[in-house]
């Protein structure tokens, strides 16, 4: 008898299908965005006009890390809570609920951004239609209303995907009083809070000044208080899309490599890091900011290099159960043991791939967290190349593994192609080691990011090692590769679900521990405690800061009025301005 | 809590390396006294930016010794000045705010690497040993044309810089038989003491003269000129202080019932 998740919770694999439907889509577009880009700056085929190369970057921005990150997130987290606690949501109707409001907000904020290209885009709400703002949205730099309230809506979605999980959980303990919550459901829990505690900045940011602002009924913003809110969310929303990436390496990844996780409790106090740390740290994207005292970005640096702990306890971790695994499978010897591991499973190999470049990944970040070696490489293409490791490779990587594997689930349909599968998850690997490393070196010289044309008229750049054309190339090349490797992985995803149903899918279970939660003190299960911990780290981070610099230029900031620079204007008439402002 | 032994010793050596690297990072602030950018700078209202003080006029200024400030306005999709020189051998405060929207203020191959966010002005000092020419560029994404924003900055020996600035008033005519004054106006925006000699060529003749310029202070050099040295007609004059040039014309005409092409003078 066949029990797969479909057969476990059909009604909850339904919108966890719709979920990652979604957000594959996303990624699809995003990806050829991406493809176009590294095309353009590398200035090997160039067919759009420089200025739509933002519009380009915007929608590339806001689809992969927003949409498609958080699409999977949700159906990843709803997965793995009704798996844990072996029952379904309490009611299907409130997650489809969240579900198309999500949808209706990325919709929202992708016309909006797409409506860009457009020649003469259309006029609502007394404002044109766009948004080539970026995925920062930095004031004054402003949007239509409409990506905001997209924006907004997404993220209220969100909330109330974490009110569904809560509620879930809630209902479980009541019919289960003394029991530890189980793994994947902590982890989803943990996670949950700390989006609460961070998105509260972003959305305020939009409703209270960038909202208002960009429908005219306020005048002025203070952009350096914008910016400060945008990053006190925008530093934890990548451990957030990173989490369901770490569920799938505690959980599933062990029992993939044929063992048992290592520790229960290290991955609890792991999450609950997570918890206290991801948001009192935001400010170390502003090293560089004036008007934010010294101090005050020590205390975020601080706090960053000691996130690094749950991040080093987690290679531990993971490495230790692939071991384990792997002596479970015949293996044996110091390193010996790594050629037992099932290498030509494509749903084990994508997520250790993808564990080996996000330790990669911690290397750069580790250069990003040291606030005056940040000068170096601050806005250069090596930021592009770290968060194409930790987003686009230990996050996305691990969402396409991890699809081979949930497809079937919530299909009740055999993969596909394996081989094809393997193929594509190594191509990923080859096409970001190729792209990356130029990335990150070629920031070492200088080289900036978010740049249609990084050709300038007054100097060259001086790479120490190899040419400006050199890495221009392996940024094409792995550009070309990562989209094959995409495009494969779209057609698996296809001709998957329009396959027959099979029976031979293996049950929906998530990996055993070595080590079980009965050795871990329960107060690591006191949310409310740690919920509180987070608030207080949160509060001595951000209050002073933010007062100082609400204090120096008010919370609407000094007649600030909104610039909307995306309008088409005639390159002459920027060439004789430029002439005469010199 | 049940901890397996080999957990323990990585998480001690964990933490030994988090700590190494604030160590790392806080030895660099006290040590070698990299600061980072911060509130010093203060705050400016963009719209009162061509009113302040500062800003009003960016450019290169001596502080004394070897220190000089740099003010710079950016604004989409350019720096003003765009082309900056200051001496090898020197210590830079740059000033920097924006006039629009955010930008950066990066001097490639250096660690001069601001945010410039509009209400606000970043401060930072860097020091300059040898002569050398960076590329300066806008690393912060601020509108459509963002990638054509970039500026010069050159850094040139010691003993080639000088803040020198030289103006001159003379008249266009004269007429024959009559005297005029050429003035030559020498800045020194250096605050020592400047020692030179300006001089006027004007038809065959040469007059110099040696001045001494005050730091942060000008001198005026007045120059006679009697027509009867001068050809009737165009007479072409340079005034020249260091590497500094003017040139003009002077021209000599005949007063009264001049058989001058135009005649217009009468005109009502």
Known sequence: MRNAYLDQFPDEARVIKAAFWSSFIALAIGGVLGLVQALHRTDVFRFIQSPDYYTVLTAHGVLLVIVFTIFFLVGTFTWAVTTSLDRGVVDTRFTWAWYIMMVIGAALAGITIFSGFLESAPSILGSELNADVLFTFYAPLEAHPFFYIGLVVFVVGSWLAGVDWFRTWLAWRRENPDERIPLPTFMVLTTTLFWYICTLGVSLSILVFLLPWSLGITESVNPLLTRTMFWYFGHAVVYFWLMPAYLMWYTMLPKFSGGKLFSDPLARVVFVLFLLLSTPLGIHHQYLDPGIAEGYKFIAMTNTMFLLLPSLLTAFTVVASMEHGARQRGGEGYLGWLKALPWRDPIFTGMALAGLMFAAAGFSGMINAGMNINYLVHNTWWVVGHFHLTVGTAVALTFMAASYWFIPQLTGKELWNRSVALGQVVLWFIGMTFMTNAMHRSGLFGLPRRTAEPQYQGFDFEPAVGTVGEINMQVALGAVILTLSLALFLLNMVMTSIGSNSESIPDNTYADTLSGAEDSPRILDNLKLWTAIAVVLVIIAYTLPLASIIDAGGLFGPDIEGFRLSTWVDPAVIESLSEVIR | ?268
């Open chain 2, 1 to 268: 809590m049940n901890i397996h032994t080999y957990e323990k010793v990585w998480i001690v050596a964990s933490m030994v390396l988090i700590v190494g690297f604030i160590a790392t990072i806080t030895y660099g602030a006290v040590g070698p006294g990299i600061a980072m950018i911060d509130d010093d700078g203060g705050d400016i209202n963009p719209d009162e930016i061509n009113d302040d003080e500062r800003f009003a006029e960016p450019g290169v200024e001596h502080v004394g010794g070897n220190e000089y400030e740099v003010t710079v306005v950016a604004q989409a999709w350019s720096y003003t000045p765009s082309e900056i020189e200051i001496p090898a051998n020197s210590e830079v405060t740059f000033y920097v705010t924006s006039r629009d929207v955010t930008h950066s203020f990066s001097v490639v191959g250096t660690n001069v690497n601001t945010m410039v966010v509009p209400g606000q002005v970043s401060e930072m000092t860097a020091k300059f040993d040898e002569p050398d020419e960076y590329g300066i560029l806008c690393n912060e994404y601020c509108g459509e044309y963002h990638h054509t924003m970039e500026g010069k900055l050159n850094v040139v020996p010691e003993d080639e810089f000088d803040l020198t600035e030289l103006s001159v008033e003379a008249d266009d005519e004269i007429d024959a038989g009559n005297e005029t004054t050429i003035t030559a106006n020498v800045t020194n925006g250096m605050q020592e003491d400047l020692e030179t000699t300006v001089s006027l060529e004007i038809g065959n003749q040469t007059q110099e003269e040696d001045v001494t310029v005050p730091g942060d202070g000008s001198e005026e050099v007045a120059f006679t000129v009697d027509s009867a040295d001068l050809d009737e007609g165009d007479n072409d004059w340079t005034v020249t202080v260091d590497d500094y040039e003017e040139s003009g014309t002077l021209s000599v005409v005949t007063p009264e019932g001049n058989e001058s092409a135009d005649g217009g003078d009468g005109d009502a």
